[in-house]
């Protein structure tokens, strides 16, 4: 079966070391920064942010979770880990204004972000269902070959879209640490030379995007190998 093919393992390699790297960096980088004191928690610093940006109607909440921070455009609520929230720490003040950093993204009608926000159910569906089509495909392809091609390009469709997102979101991310970076020097809540521990945290974290997009990329051309190879 495809699933077992060595061949997607070597497809799939350079972006699980890439990912690997990432998750280390983010780690070390995280624990550095979170001995780093902060004259503002997480939640003050992205309440200071967003209100100088006018966004008073943006909701700040505490979410479960280690670093499952992320903004809701749908609710306007910034969500914050409890670490996140309530330290004084530069990781917490740098994490919280990335994700404040999305929220103005949202206010400002950034073009990615819009794009994204519109991709997000096309990118579920496919990443539910694509692998099924993919599947079932293969399986029939010897047997009924025009259903069976029908449904692995069916299904390369359908993962395309969660390529796409990921593709989509680099910029969204990476725009938002940026501003993260501005924003924290601007409005003096980290002096600029202890930002070396914040810019750790968030290109860490940016690593981490592109080694995942680089999964689903080198996924996809696997996926198209095995589509023209049938």
Same mark, same amino acid.
């Given at each position: ?11 799939i390699a350079p972006a699980i070391i890439l990912g690997l ?79 404040a950093g999305h929220a103005i993204q949202d206010a400002r009608?950034? !073009?990615?972000?819009? +794009?994204?926000?519109?991709?997000? /159910?096309?990118?579920?569906? %496919?990443?539910?269902?694509?692998? #099924?089509? &993919? !599947?079932?495909?293969? +399986?029939?392809?010897?047997?009924? /070959?025009?259903?069976?091609? %029908?449904?692995?390009?069916?299904? #390369?469709? &359908? !993962? ?71």
């Amino acid at each position: 079966m495809f699933f077992f093919d060595f061949r997607y393992l070597l497809f799939i390699a350079p972006a699980i070391i890439l990912g690997l790297i990432a998750q280390v960096w983010l780690k070390s980088a995280y624990a550095k920064a979170m001995k780093q004191a902060a004259p503002l928690s997480g939640a003050a610093a992205a309440r200071h942010i967003l209100d100088a940006a006018g966004l008073q109607n943006v909701a700040i909440e505490r979410v479960s979770g280690h670093l499952s921070d992320h903004y809701d455009p749908s609710a306007k609520v910034l969500r914050l880990s409890p670490e996140v929230y309530s330290e004084r720490t530069a990781a917490s003040v740098g994490i919280a204004a990335h994700e404040a950093g999305h929220a103005i993204q949202d206010a400002r009608n950034y !073009f990615p972000l819009i +794009i994204r926000n519109m991709a997000v /159910p096309a990118a579920q569906f %496919g990443g539910n269902f694509s692998f #099924i089509l &993919l !599947f079932i495909g293969m +399986i029939i392809a010897s047997s009924i /070959p025009v259903l069976g091609q %029908g449904m692995i390009w069916a299904g #390369i469709a &359908l !993962f395309s879209c969660v390529v796409f997102f990921q593709l989509i979101n680099l910029p969204v991310e990476f725009d938002a640490s940026s501003r993260a970076r501005g924003i924290l020097i601007d409005m003096n809540i980290v002096p600029r030379d202890e930002m070396p521990a914040v810019r750790g945290v968030l290109n860490a974290a940016a690593l981490t995007y592109v080694a995942g997009t680089l999964q689903s990329v080198m996924t996809l051309m696997y996926y198209l190998m095995l589509a023209r190879r049938d």
